[in-house]
T-cell receptor
Framework: GDSVTQMEGPVTLSEEAFLTINCTYT??????LFWYVQYPGEGLQLLLK?????DKGSNKGFEATYRKETTSFHLEKGSVQVSDSAVYFC???????????FGKGTLLTVNP | ETGVTQTPRHLVMGMTNKKSLKCEQH?????MYWYKQSAKKPLELMFV???????ENNSVPSRFSPECPNSSHLFLHLHTLQPEDSALYLC????????????FGPGTRLTVL
């Protein structure tokens, strides 16, 4: 079946540090890939997505590139802020399918 | 109200109780979803409704019973739950196609004693 594996947290960084959260996947077909973010007390929000190999999704300074050869979609940001503290979820969808398959989430804490 | 709202935000219930979770979306969407978010586990899709018809039911125990009376409202009726059902229950909605972006509510934190 389809699955997503993302790095275990928690991740703790100082403000302005570089962020990488690793995500790898296995899929039965050709997936679309997503990063969602969940701020404290809120629901998940779509952060960025990529629908085909070598696409780069980007939003709010975050980036992730769809790497088919390594089945990866790592999330990066060059300089994190305290307001980026949240749980980050990697997810995939295969084909025309309502179902999103999520990773377990990675808690990021950014200290001033 | 904007986006996807859920009530109550917190719920504590005994194993013999019956309660309902409510979700409302103010986005004009036609598809609605229930997810379960347990600690240390990936989000699990429970049910999907499209135009008030259930289109997915992912092997969820019958003690969870969804209801979608119209495209703006979704309920999850709960009865004779187990302590392991304690979790955050998230509602989401999307426009109408499977590939459309899902928008999530803040969730209901359920504790079963």
């Amino acid at each position: 079946g389809d699955s997503v594996t993302q790095m275990e947290g928690p991740v703790t960084l100082s403000e302005e540090a570089f962020l990488t959260i690793n995500c790898t996947y296995t899929a039965t077909g050709y997936p679309s890939l997503f990063w969602y973010v969940q701020y404290p007390g809120e629901g998940l929000q779509l952060l960025l997505k990529a629908t085909k190999a070598d696409d780069k999704g980007s939003n709010k300074g975050f980036e992730a590139t769809y790497r088919k050869e390594t089945t990866s979609f790592h999330l990066e940001k060059g300089s994190v802020q305290v307001s980026d503290s949240a749980v980050y979820f990697c997810a995939l969808r295969v084909g025309s399918n309502y179902k999103l398959t999520f990773g377990k989430g990675t808690l990021l804490t950014v200290n001033p | 109200e904007t986006g996807v709202t859920q009530t109550p935000r917190h719920l504590v219930m005994g194993m013999t109780n019956k309660k309902s979770l409510k979700c409302e979306q103010h986005l004009g969407h036609n598809a609605m979803y229930w997810y379960k978010q347990s600690a240390k586990k990936p989000l699990e899709l429970m049910f999907v409704y499209s135009l008030e018809e259930r289109v997915e039911n992912n092997s969820v125990p019958s003690r969870f019973s969804p209801e979608c009376p119209n495209s703006s409202h979704l309920f999850l009726h709960l009865h004779t739950l187990q302590p392991e059902d304690s979790a955050l229950y998230l509602c989401a909605s999307s426009q109408d196609r499977e590939e459309d972006t899902q928008y999530f509510g803040p969730g209901t934190r359920l504790t079963v004693l």
